[in-house]
């Protein structure tokens, strides 16, 4: 037996934390309580926090996982369960044409990928092993890209029936649910009616339908009323992800739009929300800047359109007439110059004497891999009423990565790296807008109840020895937009289904993560 003694425990119900040693055999937790007379191999928590492992309820590791599967940023955190395919995008339903393209990109794959649908790639990453467990979404994108490519419009009835059997496909491979991200091509030019019909597929096998909202600015209430009437139409169980309000004259309203959560949970239908603890989001810079229709396509697509000068001057008179808060914009990730990697976009179009918008143009017609950047434009209220929220849950919005070695040369968001003891640290300890108990809830109890988790996100004899002893004195971020991969501080020892993946805040290696496939978990 593994002991786990001398820890306070923190059960991830919501309840009052209390003094108990935590007994692990295999992969379930088997005692807890004065376990000081049992022989067994002791892990000296005294002074710690134990709770359940973290449930990271929005990820994108489907697009890292074949590179990383040591998932260093994930358990450093400690998180033992990733839900991955979020914003409609997943890399398991890629199949070898070039609508694909960004997808490889994303992956920072180069071969051809030898899956054939999402359970091909499920059984590709167990095959390779874990660090922490994965669930899976079906991505809409993806998964409308198969059938319809980048066209637009709504499918005619052939094309929606192959979009609900290769959703259905998925479901029975063990997909948790279905994501959209509809400010993105394909998925924007989904129709609430085509959303439903597919949600629909999902509901029948009570999975969660993640949304990333169609707006989350100047629209933000009428799309969160979009994806309601998704929900309404389909009974499925609705997740809005990563919810904020962009842009300073939006702050505030997420006050409406929580409301509006909680009076359809009133009208019977089942919808929550997730959040990052940062001011900034990262997303394509294209998608950030560019007209809706320059965002087809590959980047080296998008980069051939823009170097045409009559498509560069129709683009620059559309950009001069969209509200863009250029001093807030920061360059993430630019493979094909990392010079502007963590700059101000007005900086360097003031260096180049020319317009950000000019200077958008010209970084995004010489781009050979997908530009990101961070925008400052959260309000820190909003983030803090969002977080407060009994209905929301704690979701990095990143992808699994180590501090240095594959992917390291990106400049990626702090979330990655920072996000659960950014909470524990800065919106537990330093500024209490959340207490232990609530946090660790936020983190566990409740994204597991979205995913249906009986055994998992709760401290508990029974359940999975997925387990997280940390420092409530010293658990803190690191990870900076200026330094995004640095690990936490504080995380002492982390448990995956009963095996240490980190020990005395140390790595170990192993890879006891398990492909959580819906029905099966």
């Given at each position: 037996?593994?002991?786990?003694?001398?820890?306070?425990?923190?059960?991830?119900?919501?309840?009052?934390?209390?003094?108990?040693?935590?007994?692990?055999?295999?992969?379930?937790?088997?005692?807890?309580?004065?376990?000081?007379?049992?022989?067994?191999?002791?892990?000296?928590?005294?002074?710690?926090?134990?709770?359940?492992?973290?449930?990271?309820?929005?990820?994108?590791?489907?697009?890292?996982?074949?590179?990383?599967?040591?998932?260093?940023?994930?358990?450093?955190?400690?998180?033992?369960?990733?839900?991955?395919?979020?914003?409609?995008?997943?890399?398991?339903?890629?199949?070898?044409?070039?609508?694909?393209?960004?997808?490889?990109?994303?992956?920072?794959?180069?071969?051809?990928?030898?899956?054939?649908?999402?359970?091909?790639?499920?059984?590709?990453?167990?095959?390779?092993?874990?660090?922490?467990?994965?669930?899976?979404?079906?991505?809409?994108?993806?998964?409308?890209?198969?059938?319809?490519?980048?066209?637009?419009?709504?499918?005619?009835?052939?094309?929606?029936?192959?979009?609900?059997?290769?959703?259905?496909?998925?479901?029975?491979?063990?997909?948790?649910?279905?994501?959209?991200?509809?400010?993105?091509?394909?998925?924007?030019?989904?129709?609430?009616?085509?959303?439903?019909?597919?949600?629909?597929?999902?509901?029948?096998?009570?999975?969660?339908?993640?949304?990333?909202?169609?707006?989350?600015?100047?629209?933000?209430?009428?799309?969160?009323?979009?994806?309601?009437?998704?929900?309404?139409?389909?009974?499925?169980?609705?997740?809005?992800?990563?919810?904020?309000?962009?842009?300073?004259?939006?702050?505030?309203?997420?006050?409406?739009?929580?409301?509006?959560?909680?009076?359809?949970?009133?009208?019977?239908?089942?919808?929550?929300?997730?959040?990052?603890?940062?001011?900034?989001?990262?997303?394509?810079?294209?998608?950030?800047?560019?007209?809706?229709?320059?965002?087809?396509?590959?980047?080296?697509?998008?980069?051939?359109?823009?170097?045409?000068?009559?498509?560069?001057?129709?683009?620059?008179?559309?950009?001069?007439?969209?509200?863009?808060?250029?001093?807030?914009?920061?360059?993430?990730?630019?493979?094909?110059?990392?010079?502007?990697?963590?700059?101000?976009?007005?900086?360097?179009?003031?260096?180049?004497?020319?317009?950000?918008?000019?200077?958008?143009?010209?970084?995004?017609?010489?781009?050979?891999?997908?530009?990101?950047?961070?925008?400052?434009?959260?309000?820190?209220?909003?983030?803090?009423?969002?977080?407060?929220?009994?209905?929301?849950?704690?979701?990095?919005?990143?992808?699994?990565?180590?501090?240095?070695?594959?992917?390291?040369?990106?400049?990626?968001?702090?979330?990655?790296?920072?996000?659960?003891?950014?909470?524990?640290?800065?919106?537990?300890?330093?500024?209490?807008v959340l207490t232990w108990e609530e946090a660790i809830h936020k983190m566990t109890g409740l994204p597991a109840s979205r995913l249906s988790l009986a055994r998992r996100g709760v401290l508990q004899v029974g359940a999975y020895a997925d387990l997280v002893a940390f420092d409530p004195a010293t658990v803190i971020d690191h990870a900076t937009y200026e330094e995004p991969h640095r690990y936490p501080e504080g995380i002492r020892h982390v448990f995956v289904n009963g095996v240490a993946v980190v020990r005395d805040g140390k790595q170990t290696g192993a890879l006891p993560g398990r492909v959580l496939r819906r029905g099966s978990r």
């Amino acid at each position: 037996m593994e002991i786990l003694s001398g820890g306070t425990v923190v059960d991830g119900t919501g309840a009052a934390r209390f003094r108990a040693d935590v007994g692990i055999e295999g992969d379930s937790i088997v005692a807890i309580g004065d376990l000081s007379a049992l022989p067994g191999r002791r892990s000296d928590a005294t002074g710690l926090f134990v709770t359940p492992g973290f449930i990271d309820l929005h990820t994108h590791s489907d697009t890292t996982i074949l590179r990383v599967p040591q998932m260093s940023s994930t358990v450093r955190q400690g998180v033992t369960t990733e839900v991955c395919g979020n914003c409609g995008l997943q890399l398991g339903l890629a199949v070898n044409t070039p609508e694909f393209e960004m997808e490889r990109r994303l992956s920072h794959w180069s071969g051809r990928f030898s899956w054939r649908s999402l359970g091909e790639f499920m059984a590709r990453v167990e095959e390779m092993g874990t660090a922490a467990n994965l669930a899976f979404l079906a991505g809409h994108g993806t998964l409308r890209k198969r059938v319809m490519g980048w066209e637009r419009g709504a499918p005619d009835a052939a094309a929606l029936r192959q979009m609900r059997d290769l959703l259905r496909e998925a479901l029975e491979e063990g997909a948790v649910g279905l994501s959209t991200g509809l400010e993105y091509p394909p998925g924007r030019y989904a129709t609430v009616e085509e959303i439903a019909v597919l949600a629909e597929e999902v509901a029948a096998v009570d999975g969660l339908y993640a949304t990333h909202l169609r707006d989350e600015a100047d629209g933000l209430i009428e799309a969160v009323e979009e994806a309601l009437e998704v929900a309404r139409r389909s009974g499925v169980r609705l997740q809005l992800a990563h919810h904020k309000a962009e842009n300073r004259p939006n702050w505030g309203k997420v006050q409406h739009t929580l409301a509006r959560v909680d009076a359809a949970r009133a009208a019977g239908i089942d919808v929550a929300c997730d959040v990052y603890p940062y001011t900034a989001f990262m997303t394509g810079l294209g998608v950030r800047t560019l007209p809706a229709w320059m965002q087809e396509g590959s980047v080296e697509q998008v980069a051939e359109r823009l170097r045409d000068s009559a498509t560069r001057a129709r683009v620059l008179a559309e950009m001069s007439r969209m509200a863009v808060d250029w001093e807030h914009l920061q360059i993430g990730v630019s493979p094909h110059d990392r010079s502007l990697q963590g700059r101000r976009v007005v900086e360097i179009a003031r260096e180049r004497g020319i317009s950000p918008a000019e200077a958008v143009i010209d970084i995004l017609a010489q781009a050979t891999g997908v530009v990101a950047v961070i925008t400052f434009a959260i309000a820190e209220e909003d983030l803090r009423t969002v977080l407060r929220h009994p209905l929301t849950s704690v979701g990095s919005d990143s992808g699994t990565r180590h501090a240095d070695g594959p992917l390291a040369e990106d400049r990626i968001h702090p979330r990655g790296f920072g996000t659960f003891p950014r909470v524990l640290g800065r919106y537990v300890r330093e500024t209490p807008v959340l207490t232990w108990e609530e946090a660790i809830h936020k983190m566990t109890g409740l994204p597991a109840s979205r995913l249906s988790l009986a055994r998992r996100g709760v401290l508990q004899v029974g359940a999975y020895a997925d387990l997280v002893a940390f420092d409530p004195a010293t658990v803190i971020d690191h990870a900076t937009y200026e330094e995004p991969h640095r690990y936490p501080e504080g995380i002492r020892h982390v448990f995956v289904n009963g095996v240490a993946v980190v020990r005395d805040g140390k790595q170990t290696g192993a890879l006891p993560g398990r492909v959580l496939r819906r029905g099966s978990r």
